[in-house]
C-alpha cells in the first residue's frame, strides 16, 4: 500500500527532526533567568520600596531613574549587536530629527539566521516584558496592569543637531514611557552633561478657562534635566496634559576649541552618539489579567490631539487677534495716506469706504510707502510681473523688499538686540511649549506712530510692525502684488518674532477657516453677508530679518537620499554637515502612497520624512513651499486651511537668530464660506490647530503588528 508507505516516511523524518532539535536543546546552555538579566538585588523588597518612595517624591511629575538597570555584559552586548548588524533611517518632522530602527517589538519575525545575530538584544527585550519586570513597574508607579502582549519599543540615535521637542506621549493604550540608554560605556567616551541630550520634564500649573473647567498647561521652561548615562532607565506614568517632555538637543561641538583641526573636531562629534532603546509598556490587552473593556478608547480620548484643540487654547500666547483694516481709519491712519492734501483726503474717503477702484498707486501712497519698501517693488511694471506669478503659484519670494536706508537701520536695531543676553520685557515668550516657544511682539497700531515719518531715530521694528504692515497702503500694495482686490482683504494680524538658538520652534499648526479668535473692528452689518459652502483661504506674508549668515543648505551630493539607512557608525562618519533649522515650512496633509524604506515596514507614507511636492506631484502630500531665514527677504502665501505651517527648531550650532515678522490676513470674496461676525464686532476663529500627534516620543512611529524587514550584514 504505497499510501501507508509514505505516511510512514513522513512520520520518521518527522521524528528525526524532533529527536535533532532535542538533541540541540540538550546541547545548548539554559536561558539565563530573568532576574540574573537586570542589576543584582532590583526585585528585592528594599530596593523596590526605595524606587516607590523616590517615585511618589518626584516633581515635576512622577518619574523614576534607575541609574543600571540591565547586567552590564548583557547591555554591552546588545550595544555591539546593534552597532554591528542593525541599520537606521534619518527621520525629521516638525517635533523631532533622529535617527531610528524598526519595531523591536517583531523581532521575532526574523528569519532564524538574522536572529542568530541579535541573540542579546532579544534577551532583553522578554527581560523588559517579563512578569517581573512589569510587576516591578506597576507597583513603583502605582499605575496598574501592564501588558506583556503588546510591546512596543525602538531604537533611537541621536547625533548631533537631533532633538525631539515638547510632548506628553499620550496616544492611545500607552500606559509607562521609558528610556534605557545605551551610549557609550567605554573610558573616556561617556556622555558629558555639556553635549546636551538629556531628557527634560515641564512643569504645569492648573489653569480655569471661561467655562469653568480645570486644565493643565505647560510652563515654557523644564524644572528637571536627567542626562544619559549607559544602562540607566527613565520612566514616568503617561498622563494627560501633565506628562509633557523633551529630548534636549544634541550639540555639535564648538568649532573655537578645535579650530582649523577639522579631524579632532569630526572625532568629537562621533563620540556624541546618543543610543537608547526607547518604548512603551501598554494597558492590558483583551485576555490579560487586570483587562478593562472600553478603556483602551477611554483613553484615545483624553489624547493629546484633544487637549491641543481643546479647553486650554485660550491660554495660548500669541493670542492670535485680529484687526479690522477699516478700523484703523478711525485711529488715524488717514493722516499717513495724504498728508493733509486734498487729494490725500479724497483717499482718505476712498480707503474709509473700503472703494478701491484704482488698480495702480497714487502718488501720496507712494509718497508713504517709498519710506519702507524699495521702489523696484513698487513699479507698475513689477506689480504686474508679481501679481501673474503669484496667480500661477500662489506664492512669492522677494528679495531686498526694504528700502535700503531703511534696511539699513533696521539691520542695525537687530543686531544691537540680538547681543543683549536678556531680551527687552515688549517681548513675550510664545507659550506652550508643545505648540511653540519664541519670542513676540504683537502689533499695537497708534495714531502718533503712524504721523511720524522715518528718520534716524525711528525705532525702525516699531515702525514696520505697527505703522507699515497695518497700514491700508500696504494692504492695497499687497493686494496689487497678489492680483487681489483690497476689499478682499478683511483683516490682520502681525507678530514680529525671535527665535532664539537652541530654544525656539513652532510646531505644525492648521486654521479653521470657520473662525474663533476675535477680529477687532469689523464692519457693521457683516453678519448679513452671504456665505458659501467653500472655505476661505487666508494671505501670509513673512518679512524674513535675519541678519547672520549660514542659513541657505550646501547643496547635497547627487547621490544623496534622506531616508537612506545608516549605522550608528555611519551616521556621524561623514563630515557632518551643520543644519541650523530655522526653515518655515508649508506642509500637504494629504497622505501619499509611495513612501517606503528600505529596512522599516510601511503602511502608506511615513509622516516622519518630508516629501518634496515637486518629487512626486501625483500624490498631492509633502512640501509646498519652504524658506530658508535670511535678511530683507518678503515671502507671500495663498494657505488653504489643511495646509500646515511650521518652523524648524534652531539649533544651538546657528551662527545667529532668526528674526521675522509674520502677517496674516483674512481673506474673503474669493468664492469661499464668508464668516459670520457678532453684533458687538467680534469674530472668533480657531487658530493653531495642531496636526494629529504621532507616536513622536523619539520618534517611535511603526504601526503596531507590522513585520521587522531586515538588518544589515
Request: hydrophobic share 30%; with cysteine.
Given at each position: 500500500m504505497p499510501g501507508i508507505k509514505r505516511k510512514l516516511s513522513i512520520e520518521n523524518v518527522n521524528g528525526q527532526v524532533e529527536a535533532i532539535n532535542a538533541k540541540k536543546r540538550a546541547l545548548s546552555p539554559p536561558a539565563p533567568s530573568i532576574e540574573s538579566r537586570f542589576k543584582s538585588g532590583l526585585f528585592s523588597p528594599p530596593t523596590i520600596q526605595h524606587y516607590t518612595k523616590a517615585y511618589a517624591s518626584s516633581q515635576p511629575y512622577h518619574h523614576g531613574v534607575i541609574p543600571s538597570l540591565i547586567?552590564?555584559?548583557?547591555?554591552?552586548?546588545?550595544?555591539?549587536?546593534?552597532?554591528?548588524?542593525?541599520s537606521f533611517t534619518p527621520k525629521e518632522t516638525d517635533i523631532y530629527k533622529i535617527h531610528q530602527s524598526g519595531d523591536l517589538a517583531n523581532l521575532s519575525g526574523l528569519d532564524s539566521s538574522s536572529l542568530l545575530k541579535l541573540p542579546s538584544l532579544l534577551s532583553l527585550r522578554d527581560a523588559l516584558y517579563s512578569p517581573q519586570f512589569r510587576d516591578f513597574l506597576s507597583h513603583?508607579?502605582?499605575?496598574?496592569?501592564?501588558?506583556?502582549?503588546?510591546?512596543?519599543m525602538a531604537i533611537n540615535v541621536y547625533t548631533p543637531g537631533s532633538y525631539l521637542l515638547c510632548h506628553d506621549d499620550v496616544i492611545g493604550s500607552r500606559r509607562v514611557s521609558y528610556i534605557l540608554y545605551l551610549t557609550d560605556p567605554d573610558e573616556g567616551r561617556e556622555w558629558q552633561t555639556e553635549w546636551g541630550g538629556a531628557l527634560r520634564l515641564y512643569p504645569t500649573k492648573e489653569k480655569t478657562t471661561k467655562s469653568g473647567d480645570k486644565t493643565q498647561v505647560p510652563s515654557p521652561d523644564f524644572s528637571v534635566s536627567i542626562p544619559?548615562?549607559?544602562?540607566?532607565?527613565?520612566?514616568?506614568?503617561?498622563?494627560?496634559?501633565?506628562?509633557f517632555h523633551d529630548v534636549e538637543e544634541v550639540y555639535y561641538p564648538d568649532s573655537q576649541i578645535w579650530g582649523e583641526d577639522t579631524k579632532q573636531w569630526e572625532d568629537d562629534v562621533k563620540k556624541r552618539t546618543r543610543m537608547a532603546i526607547s518604548g512603551w509598556f501598554h494597558i492590558p490587552q483583551k485576555g490579560e489579567e487586570g483587562y478593562e473593556e472600553g478603556l483602551e478608547q477611554k483613553l484615545k480620548e483624553m489624547s493629546s490631539l484633544n487637549q491641543l484643540e481643546g479647553r486650554a487654547d485660550e491660554f495660548d500666547e500669541p493670542k492670535n487677534i485680529f484687526t479690522s483694516y477699516e478700523i484703523l481709519q478711525s485711529r488715524g491712519s488717514r493722516s499717513v495716506v495724504g498728508n493733509g492734501t486734498s487729494e490725500g483726503k479724497d483717499k482718505?474717503?476712498?480707503?474709509?469706504?473700503?472703494?478701491?477702484?484704482?488698480?495702480?498707486?497714487?502718488?501720496?501712497?507712494?509718497?508713504?510707502l517709498l519710506q519702507y519698501l524699495s521702489p523696484s517693488y513698487l513699479a507698475p511694471d513689477?506689480?504686474?510681473?508679481?501679481?501673474?506669478?503669484?496667480?500661477?503659484?500662489s506664492f512669492l519670494q522677494l528679495e531686498q523688499v526694504l528700502k535700503p536706508e531703511f534696511a539699513s537701520l533696521l539691520k542695525s536695531h537687530i543686531e544691537t538686540e540680538e547681543k543683549h543676553k536678556t531680551s527687552d520685557p515688549s517681548w513675550v515668550t510664545a507659550a506652550p511649549p508643545h505648540k511653540h516657544r519664541y519670542l513676540f511682539q504683537s502689533s499695537t497700531p497708534s495714531t502718533s506712530s503712524n504721523t511720524k515719518r522715518v528718520s534716524s531715530k525711528t525705532d525702525p521694528l516699531d515702525a514696520l510692525l505697527n505703522t507699515l504692515l497695518p497700514s491700508p497702503l500696504f494692504r492695497k500694495w499687497l493686494a496689487l502684488a497678489t492680483s487681489l482686490s483690497p476689499s478682499n482683504l478683511i483683516s490682520h494680524n502681525t507678530i514680529a518674532r525671535r527665535f532664539r538658538r537652541g530654544l525656539d520652534y513652532a510646531l505644525a499648526s492648521s486654521y479653521d477657516p470657520e473662525g474663533t479668535n476675535p477680529i477687532i473692528g469689523t464692519r457693521a452689518g457683516a453678519e448679513a453677508e452671504g456665505e458659501t459652502e467653500e472655505p476661505q483661504p487666508r494671505l501670509e506674508f513673512t518679512l524674513s530679518l535675519t541678519p547672520s549668515p549660514g542659513w541657505e543648505p550646501p547643496d547635497?551630493?547627487?547621490?544623496?537620499?534622506?531616508?537612506?539607512?545608516?549605522?550608528?557608525?555611519?551616521?556621524?562618519?561623514a563630515a557632518p554637515r551643520i543644519e541650523p533649522g530655522g526653515t518655515t515650512i508649508y506642509l500637504s496633509t494629504t497622505p501619499s502612497s509611495s513612501s517606503s524604506h528600505p529596512q522599516l515596514p510601511t503602511t502608506g507614507s511615513d509622516p516622519a520624512i518630508y516629501q518634496s511636492r515637486g518629487d512626486n506631484d501625483d500624490d498631492g502630500g509633502g512640501i509646498l513651499f519652504a524658506s530658508t531665514p535670511a535678511w530683507n527677504r518678503m515671502s507671500i502665501v495663498l494657505r488653504d486651511a489643511g495646509v500646515l505651517r511650521f518652523v524648524k527648531f534652531v539649533s544651538r550650532a546657528a551662527q545667529g537668530d532668526v528674526w521675522d515678522v509674520l502677517g496674516e490676513v483674512r481673506v474673503e470674496g474669493l468664492g469661499g464660506e464668508e464668516s459670520e461676525r457678532d453684533e458687538d464686532g467680534e469674530e472668533e476663529e480657531e487658530d493653531e490647530g495642531e496636526e494629529e500627534e504621532e507616536d513622536e516620543d523619539e520618534g517611535n512611529g511603526e504601526e503596531d503588528g507590522e513585520e521587522w524587514q531586515g538588518i544589515d550584514d
Open positions: 547586567s552590564s555584559d548583557l547591555l554591552r552586548n546588545v550595544r555591539s549587536e546593534i552597532t554591528t548588524h542593525l513603583v508607579t502605582g499605575c496598574g496592569a501592564l501588558s506583556g502582549q503588546k510591546t512596543d544619559p548615562s549607559f544602562g540607566q532607565l527613565s520612566f514616568f506614568e503617561v498622563r494627560p496634559g501633565e506628562s482718505e474717503n476712498m480707503v474709509e469706504n473700503g472703494d478701491y477702484q484704482n488698480d495702480i498707486l497714487t502718488e501720496p501712497e507712494l509718497d508713504f513689477m506689480i504686474e510681473q508679481l501679481a501673474t506669478s503669484f496667480s500661477e503659484n547635497p551630493p547627487a547621490s544623496s537620499n534622506p531616508s537612506t539607512p545608516t549605522t550608528p557608525a555611519t551616521a556621524t562618519s
